[in-house]
Structure formats: C-alpha cells, structure tokens
C-alpha cells in the first residue's frame, strides 16, 4: 500500500457554530454533521414512510375498501411513494454517506461548497413537512408518486399544487448536492491522488451526480408546466385542450428511471467499500467495476421509455427501449460477479453488515431477473400496472438500496458515534427484516402475474390470502425496525467503546479518530492510493506520524 503525506488545509471558521450536540440542529458548515442530519431526517422520514406502507397492508388485508375511504388510500398511497423516495432513500443514499465519506476519501477537509452543502439539506424539512401537512391541510395529492395527467389535473388542486412545491424543493437539494458532490471529487482531490485510485465509492457518487445534475431539472421543468395546468388551465398535458399527456411521461421517465439508479448506483458503491473490510481481500475488479458504473450512467439516460410500452409508442421505439434496457443489465451483472468474487475466499465475519450486504446482492439479483423480463415488450404490456411491478420496484428500492442504508449504518457507526453497535440485535435486525421484506413482495408477483392492478383499495375475492401473506410480511418489516431503534439509541449511551478503527481498515475515514476532529484530522491528511490492500503488503502500513491515533492507526491498519 502506497500513502504519502498532504500538507495540511486551513478551514475558515466564524467562530459562532455551536458545539456538542446543539450543532446538530443548527446550521452547520461541517460535512460530518450535514451527512448525520441527512441520517436522521431521512430515517424519520422512513419510518413516517412506514406507516403509510402499514396502512396500505391494512387495507388490502381485505377485499373491500373498510380501513379507509377510497380517495383517503389514494392520498396515503401517494404520500407513501413520495415520502420513501424522495425523503428517504434519496437523501440518505447520497446525501447523509455522501457527505460524510466523500470528504474523507479525496483528502479535502470539507466538500467544495460548505454553505451550499448546508442550504441543499435545510431544503429537506421544509419540503417535507409541506408535503406531509397536505394531508392535514387542504388533503394530500392523489394521483401517486408518477402525477400523471389528466388524473393529476382533475384531482383536487390544492393537494397536487403542495406535492408539486414539495418534490420541486427536493429537486433542488440533489441539484445542489450533485454539484457539489462533481466539484469535491474532481477539483479537492490531494495532489498525487489519482481518479483510479479513488475509493470505489467515489466513483458511485460521482456517476449518481451527473445523473442528478442531466435529468432533475427536466423533472423540475415538467412540473412546473404541470402545475400551470393545474392553476392557469393552460394545455402542455391537458388532452382536453389540446394537450398531450404522452409527452408528460416521456419527460417525466426521463428522471425517473434515472432516479432508480440515482438510488442504487451509491449503494453499489457502499457496498463496495464495506465487502473487503470483513472479507480481508481487495475488491475484485476494480477497473471493470469503476467502467461499469460509468456504462449504468449513459445506458440509464436512454431507457426510459421501457415505462410506456402499453401508450402507443411505435415498434421501432419499443425494439430501442427493448434493446437498451436489456443492455444496461450487463455492467450490472459485471458488478455482482465483483462482489462475488471478493466474497470468494475471504475471510469472512458474518457480522451485520455484511449479512445486509449479502441479502443486497440476494434481493437486487432478483429484482434484477424480473427486470429484464419487464424489458421483453410481450411480458410488459400482459404485467403492466400490475403488482408485479410492484415487486419488481420494491426488490430494486427496498431490497436494495434500504439494505445496504442498513449494511452502512452498522459498518460506520463506530465512526459516528465510538460506540459499537450490538452484533446480537443486528443479526435478529437482519433476520426478521429479510424474512418479512421476502414474505411481504415475493407473493406480489404471483398476485401481477394473475392481473391483481396496483394502487386499488379493492380486489377480486380470489387474492385475499395472498395479500394477506404480504400483509404480514410487512407487519414483520415494522416488527424488525424496533430491535434496530433499540440498539442505536441503547449503543450511542451504553455501548462498548470502539477505537478508531475497529474493523482494521484501510479507506482514509478510519485513519483518524472516532468520532473525526472537526476538520477531519488532527494532523495532515493521508494519502491512499491503494485503499484495498487487504493482504497485499507484507509489512504493516506505516504512516507519518501527524498524532498518537494516527500513528496508533498507521500501526496496525494491516
């Protein structure tokens, strides 16, 4: 393993941020506190998130509509999805490890734009709290996370105006933190670090950002087009005044499947940093993984349309969308073979996060297989609007991208905190949360394949006990969140101290104290060129000695 020494950095600082906790809940300049804010908001987000999801289950436990009244289920179901995508998934993914780790793994002291930073997450409550009191305001949109016209503009206005400024304030905050995210990784960089020795992780965000930065404003456009409609009754997707509501899902898909990989492609990269810290191995295939990456950004730009093979598009543009489609499941397949091979051989701990990691890898390959069938025009058009693609989406999002939020919780908590989380609470955290995930959206490709349609408050008779198998799987999924408060909460006051680097480390965050000094280390930074030695070196990484921890860490880092 190859490190140098950068010469150190010198942060301005006012001298008026507040200390302790209290700097949680101010705003602060600190990469390290943004990306906990991020953390926290968004997990209070999730589980407002969850309860919505509990009481969708509520309601399809039965064939009629008695939980709730039908245009209520259409305000929660639209809460639902938006809340967990764009509150919760969204930001934490990018924004709270993003924050966090980036920082760290390029030698800069803070992100780029520090006060950019701060803006783009104080966007976050606000935009949220405004679309959650729509419920109790004037009554929450209804027409689902998608607000497709005309449904969108004949359903009452006040509710989709208010979803529409909350999701445009959220469009915003990934815009500002895309840029910022491009400009830390490519211009704070330490001298002598180059891109192809960047932490995996890094090249995760960087593709996640170009993707924020090319398709977020479309959708912000397009809403705002929408929302004319709405309040000036003008005609851009109003088909009763000559507007065309095809071309809003065109504009809309043209985000929002890259906002899939927007949710995936940075835990790809978390992923990629925690498997070769509990196998002891380096990650497999670096170069292919880090191509790989850069292939899901351009292919995920031009297959958006795989949404819209059942409203008229001509053959030539389904053949396309097809083709492509089918494509960009190879550099995917490319990444879980890396991840395999660095499993291979290891010396592996079973411990929580990498038992997460793994049911990642279990529940996207899933995901995965029924999305190339989505992709075959014939098997899309007979599932279309079926619970199918409600399994299918919910292995991508849930399966994916929340198991490994899990997986990067429990491998830098001691970062965070000192503290280690309890290993005993996490596996039962694993346990139940992976039978209840499985239990919950397995049995919603068998209700898609028979033609149960999505987003009804009522079915045919025949799917009772099948949805009421997934209703318990999700009963278990709020059941496995308890165990997981419990050890947070119990380990941040009680838990057993962890030392910087209790998982012997190699990436630049482990190699000063935990939780980090304020500009990130105590002395100068250190420069890793080769962030997955793992058995590589014969001798022990030796550092300059800048302070105690870091030689303490330099020592026994191998």
Known sequence: MTVAISPP???????????????????????????????????????????????????????IADFMARDVYNQVLTLHGTVMIFLWIVPVVNGAFGNYLIPFYVGARDMAFPRLNAVAFWMIPPAG????????????????WTAYPPLSITTP????????????????????GGINFIATILKLRQPGLKLMQLPMYCW????????????????AGTLVLLSFDIVAHTGFFNPSLGGNAVVYQHLFWFYSHPAVYIMVLPAFGL?????????????FGYTSMVYSIMTIVILGLVVWAHHMFTSGTPPWMRLFFTIATSFIAVPTGIKFFNWLATL??????????????????VNFVLGGITGVALAQVPFDIHVHDTYFVVAHFHYIV?????????????????????????????????????????????????????????RVAEYDPQFTVINQISSVGALLMAISTLPFLWNVVQSALSGAIAGDNPWRALTPEWLTSSPPPVENWS?????????????????PLNLEKTSNSDSDLGSKSQ
């Open 157 to 176: 206005a006040a509710g989709q105006i208010l979803w529409i400024l909350s999701v445009l304030l959220l469009g915003g905050s990934s815009i500002f």
């Open 523 to 539: 002395g100068k930074a250190p420069l890793v060129t080769e962030p997955y030695g793992y058995g590589v070196a014969e001798e």
């Open 398 to 454: 849930y399966g994916g991208s929340v198991f490994v939020i899990f997986a990067s919780i429990y491998h830098w908590y001691p970062k965070f905190t000192g503290r280690m989380l309890n290993e005993s609470l996490g596996r039962f955290h694993f346990l139940i949360t992976f039978i209840g995930f499985n239990l919950c959206f397995a049995p919603q490709h068998w209700l898609g394949l028979n033609g149960m349609p999505r």
């Open 129 to 144: 709290l405004l679309l959650i009191s729509s419920y109790f305001i004037t009554g929450a949109a209804q027409s689902g």
């Open 204 to 219: 995760a965000m960087l593709g996640t950002s170009i993707l924020v930065v090319l398709s977020t404003p479309v959708l």
């Open 9 to 63: 950095s010198k942060k301005q600082s006012d001298g008026l941020q507040p200390t302790g906790w209290l700097r949680y809940f101010s705003f602060s300049l600190d990469h390290k506190v943004i990306g906990l804010q991020y953390l926290v908001c968004g997990f209070i987000f999730y589980l407002i998130g969850g309860v919505l999801g509990g009481a969708i289950r509520i309601e399809l436990a039965s064939p």
């Open 344 to 361: 291979w051989g290891g010396r592996i701990s079973l411990n929580s996060a990498v038992l997460f990691s793994c049911g990642f890898i």
């Open 271 to 283: 992923v990629s940093e925690i498997l070769p810290v509990h196998c002891r191995k380096p990650l």
